[in-house]
Structure formats: structure tokens, C-alpha cells
């Protein structure tokens, strides 16, 4: 990535809770007395001798029918362009006034603008912000030129600045339970030192499940691992309500309506742990709701695949207004890193979602608070199977005439692997308005599919579904297939900037760690039984009504299930030393 997130070197007051950086200022409409506002200004991409930049200015005080938003640069800086908002500039002063479409801004109300610019030498971050004319107010704010301040990103004692991918040059957290069960497996030796996803399910594992380690006991065992170099610290936050609306194994604790419990009893707790200055030296990595937002598109309404539930979490809202909570509160602590979930090509691969998709995610990076800006990247193929990298067939090629697309596999995908769909996805994304310079992760910790099963070669070209079937990696029965897959293989291993757009291959999913139950099985997790999970089941609409393909025995998610562990090292690819 090339997204720097700067903070504000202003002597100015600021405020708690405020998305990204934010300062306190004086804003005052026609008629009304001066009333408090915040401001956002964040420089995102940076090259070195041009920059973009992107603004949010939210109105504390009385409604206001118009505004303009004005600063000037101690350096060269010169806007060359924008968006969402008219900007000019005289000398190093810039005037930023509202569209027609964004000039009432209520009590509470946010607009949002962009911009590019050019200079030389340092890109100096403005130091005094006007609002409709009021300067901020710089009484009792905090010195940028007192080495001592907190919140002065250059004090060598407090946070690092966001670095443009958090992987580069870093150690990952192993976390030492999903450690302990891998050693403790025949083989397991080989792989038990690998980083593992640290999975926030359910409100009870902010403090420990059972005598289990705690939020607070995973980042201080981060610390003692950090060492002098840099270390990122994977969690999963993973409790919305209505979790999983079509998928009854990851069912969870909160009801489709329990939004403000989800909020007071799991983000923010999370949010004041991650934000204790003790564990300012991390990089913490947060992947946001897996498997939510892409259900409001392939699974609802009158599409042969919708689900109740799911026309429920679109109704109500709350997986959009969930994910941008999450996002603006936990965007708020300088060392996080949010990585929204963006499912998988055979989920979202196909045209009448991918766009749909990508609209959804940005519904919610600007939900709640929330502003693109809160959003470093994206991570797909979380706790699924999709190989990362078809190499016997590709989108383009055809057999007799025939295209790849019309394959029963491909059934008119875009995509046939993972890497593609991760690298064209994150051109959709930035299409949509998301920075330019965002990453991707792609979860390889089951996607490997080797062993004696994995074709050498390309399959014969008598017919366009011999060609794919026999020379695909990914064994599955069908794409739709996603509990405990009989035959996959650990994936590549984790490892920083493997390819163009991506920040990391990571390990998400710990391997070995159940999917779903096989039968039903009484929990106090909220966890249903999927018949997805059951191996003699044959299928649904959501899979092409095929067999499940799952292994048998398995308990409910998130338990160990060695059986599966074993699978995976068998058939790994690279193969296991």
C-alpha cells in the first residue's frame, strides 16, 4: 500500500470518538452562535512529490445549510483536483465549499470530500482548519512542539504513524493456544510456529472462554514476542447481529435486532483494550465481519438464493450500520488496521455481484461514522477453499469453441482463482471511491490443495468440462461448498507483499479449528447445525443441490478438530518438509 494516515500537528483540542484524526473547531451558520464541529484530514497516498488526500467534516453544533472548509499550507502544496466538494486556492490558502448535494449538514451530520495535489520538498499537514469563517479553537489543545505530547505522531514514547502495509518488515503474532494444539499433533511440529487469526466470536472472548487467554493476554504475549522489531497482532471481529444469516453453523450469541449490544458490549470494549497506550508499538490488524455485507446481495430478495434471515439483515440495516460502527471506533486508535471482508470469487465473482458487492461495502465504510479513510485494505477467501492460483486454465481460454465460462465449474464466473478475483476486486473498490492505494489479503490457510490429487497438467480438450474438471487444483464437488472440505491442503504460508495489490498471504483461519459440526450437537454458543456440514447431505440451491463434500465427525465451529488438522498437512501445497 502507499496510504499514509497523518495526524493533525495543530495546537488544538481533541476529540474522543471522532473517525481518523479529528480536531475540535468553532463553525458558525448564518443567524447562529458558534457551534462545535471536527475535522478529518487525512493524506492517503503520498509519492513524493504528489499526494491525495481525503477530508471529513462533521457538524456537533446547529444545523447549517451550506459551509466552506478553509486552510493554508506552510509548504508548496498545490490541489490539482477533487471531489465531492469545490476547491480553490489562492497562494497556500485553500477554500473548500459544499456540492448542492452536500451543503446541509444536521446536528451530527459529516460531509466528505477528496482531493489531489502536487509539491516539493515536505507535505507539511495544515496547522490551523477555518469552518465557515471561525477559526478552530486552539484553547487548551496539545502542543505538537512538546515532545512529551501523546498525541504527536513524531514523539519517539507514543504511537508509530500507520505504515502503508502493516506486513512489510514485520514479525506476526503466533498465538500460543492454536500453537500448543498444532504441536500436540503428529506432524503438527512443522507448522505450530505460523501466525494464526485470533477469532473475537463472541463477547465472552474479549475476556477469555474457559480459562482461555483474553484480548489483553494475547497482546501482551504480542509484546513479549515483538522483541525491538515491528510485530502485527490478526483479529477477527466476529459477533454481528444476525451473524451469518445463511449459514446456521457460525450462527451467533446477538439477535438480528441487538445493534446497540453489539456496540457497548463488543466494539467498544475491544476499541478501549486496543486503545491502551501499552500496546501502541503493535500493528494491529483487524478483519471486519467475515462473511456479512455479500449476503445482503447474493441472498436476498428474489434471487432463487435468498434466505429469510438474511432479507431480515438487510431490512433492519444492521450488518451495514455494525460493520461502520466497528470500522469508525476502531478506526479511531492510530495503531489498527481494518481490513473489511469481501468474500470470495465463487461468491461474489459473478457480474450481478460483483459491482453489488463492492456498493454494499462502501454503504458501510461510510455508515455509523465510519469514512473510507478507516479502511486500509480488504481480505478475501477468510476461512474458505478457493485456490489461490489456477495455473492449468485460465478465463480467456475455450475448448471446441467453447469458453471456459460456460464450464459447469466456472458456471460464468469472471474469476477462476482467488488472486485474480483479489487483484480485479481491489479495482472495483478504489472504481467505487476507496484510496488508491489499499491492499488485499487473501487467507491461504486451506487453499493448497495437493497431495495425490492434484492434477500435474491441463485436462484433455475433448469437451470444455473435462478440460476444467481435470486440470483444476480446487477438488471441491462445487465452489459453494465451505464446511471441513475432505481432500484441501494448507495453503502458501504467510508472507508479506507476495504479489501485485496484495499486502499479505495470511493464515486467518486457524487450520485445524472446526467449521461446523456434522451433526447437530447442543452448544451454548448459539451455533446451529448446517447441513452444509453434514457429509451425507446432498445439496442446496447455494451449491448447485451437489453433495456437501464435508468430513465426518466434526465438531461445531471453532473446536479442534485433529482429523481435519491431518488432512491439511497431508495434502498441503508447498508440501510440508
Keep these: 500500500m502507499t496510504r499514509t494516515r497523518t495526524a493533525m500537528l495543530a495546537a488544538l483540542t481533541l476529540v474522543a470518538g471522532a473517525s481518523g484524526t479529528a480536531l475540535a473547531a468553532q463553525s458558525a451558520s448564518a443567524g447562529a452562535a458558534a457551534a462545535a ?11 513524493g512529490s504528489g499526494f491525495t488526500a481525503a477530508v471529513t467534516v462533521t457538524n456537533n453544533g446547529a444545523a447549517t445549510s451550506s459551509w466552506s472548509l478553509g486552510w493554508t499550507y506552510a509548504g508548496s502544496q498545490k490541489v490539482t483536483s477533487g471531489w465531492n466538494a469545490k476547491i480553490s486556492q489562492s497562494g497556500a490558502a485553500v477554500t473548500v465549499t459544499n456540492e448542492s448535494y452536500n451543503g446541509t449538514l444536521s446536528t451530527g451530520g459529516s460531509a466528505s470530500f477528496g482531493f489531489q495535489g502536487t509539491y516539493s520538498g515536505s507535505n507539511a499537514i495544515p496547522a490551523t482548519f477555518t469552518l465557515n469563517g471561525v477559526t478552530c479553537n486552539t484553547d487548551g489543545g496539545t502542543d505538537p512542539t512538546d515532545p512529551t505530547d501523546p498525541t504527536d505522531p513524531t514523539d519517539p514514547t507514543g504511537p508509530s504513524a500507520r505504515v502503508d ?3 512489510d518488515g514485520a514479525k506476526v503474532y503466533v ?3 492454536w500453537s500448543a494444539n498444532a504441536a500436540a499433533e503428529p506432524g503438527g511440529d512443522r507448522i505450530a510456529n505460523e501466525p494464526t487469526g485470533v477469532w473475537l466470536d463472541r463477547t465472552a472472548a474479549i475476556e477469555g472462554v474457559n480459562g482461555g487467554m483474553s484480548l489483553r493476554d494475547h497482546l501482551d504475549a504480542a509484546l513479549e514476542q515483538k522483541g525491538s522489531g515491528e510485530m502485527v497482532v490478526q ?6 447481529p444476525g451473524r451469518d444469516c445463511s449459514a446456521l453453523a457460525s450462527n451467533g450469541e446477538l439477535g438480528p435486532t441487538e445493534i446497540d449490544r453489539y456496540k457497548t458490549e463488543y466494539i467498544d470494549p475491544i476499541k478501549e483494550i486496543l486503545g491502551d497506550s501499552k500496546y501502541s ?8 465481519e467475515i462473511d456479512s455485507l455479500p449476503n445482503l446481495v447474493t441472498n436476498t430478495g428474489s434471487r432463487p438464493t435468498a434466505v429469510p434471515a438474511c432479507d431480515t439483515m438487510k431490512a433492519n440495516g444492521n450488518y451495514v450500520k455494525g460493520v461502520g460502527y466497528a470500522l469508525a471506533q476502531l478506526g479511531d486508535v492510530p495503531n ?3 481490513y473489511i471482508d469481501a468474500g470470495h470469487h465463487g461468491w461474489i465473482g459473478w457480474d450481478d455481484n460483483f459491482g453489488a458487492s463492492a456498493d454494499v461495502i462502501k454503504q458501510a465504510a461510510t455508515a455509523e461514522g465510519a469514512t473510507i479513510g478507516d479502511v486500509h485494505g480488504f481480505i478475501t477467501n477468510t476461512a474458505n477453499y478457493s485456490a489461490l492460483k489456477e495455473e492449468n486454465f485460465g478465463i480467456d481460454d475455450s475448448v471446441n469453441g467453447t469458453s471456459v465460462r460456460q464450464s459447469k465449474w466456472v458456471d ?3 474469476y477462476v482463482d482467488e488472486l485474480s478475483f483479489a487483484q480485479a476486486f481491489r479495482n472495483e473498490l478504489v472504481s467505487k471511491g476507496f484510496d488508491s492505494g489499499i491492499g488485499m489479503l487473501i487467507d491461504t490457510s486451506r487453499n493448497g490443495w495437493g497431495g495425490s490429487a492434484r492434477p500435474a497438467g491441463p485436462g484433455p480438450q475433448t469437451s470444455v468440462d473435462a478440460y476444467v474438471d481435470g486440470g483444476r487444483f480446487d477438488r471441491r464437488i462445487h465452489p459453494g461448498n465451505w464446511c471441513n472440505q475432505s481432500g484441501a491442503g494448507l ?7 507476495p504479489a501485485a495489490g496484495i499486502d499479505a498471504y495470511v493464515w486467518m483461519k486457524p487450520p485445524g479449528e472446526s467449521d461446523g459440526a456434522s451433526e447437530a450437537i447442543d452448544n451454548d454458543e448459539g451455533k446451529g447445525f448446517d447441513r452444509m456440514c453434514d457429509p451425507t447431505y446432498e445439496g442446496n440451491v447455494r451449491n448447485g443441490n451437489s453433495p456437501s463434500g464435508a468430513l465426518p465427525n466434526a465438531p461445531i465451529s471453532g473446536k479442534w478438530f485433529s482429523a481435519q488438522f491431518q488432512e491439511l498437512m497431508k495434502n498441503a501445497y508447498p508440501p510440508l518438509s
Design 175 to 177: 498465538n500460543p493456544e
Design 336 to 338: 489498527v488496521y481494518n
Design 412 to 414: 460464468w464466473n469472471r
Design 165 to 167: 502495509n502493516p506486513y
Design 235 to 240: 483479529l477477527v471481529i466476529y459477533n454481528l
Design 281 to 288: 508499538s503493535l500493528r494491529i490488524v483487524t478483519t471486519v
Design 37 to 47: 464541529c471536527t475535522v478529518d484530514y487525512q493524506v492517503q497516498n503520498d509519492w
Design 491 to 497: 495453503g502458501e504460508r504467510p508472507q508479506a507483499s
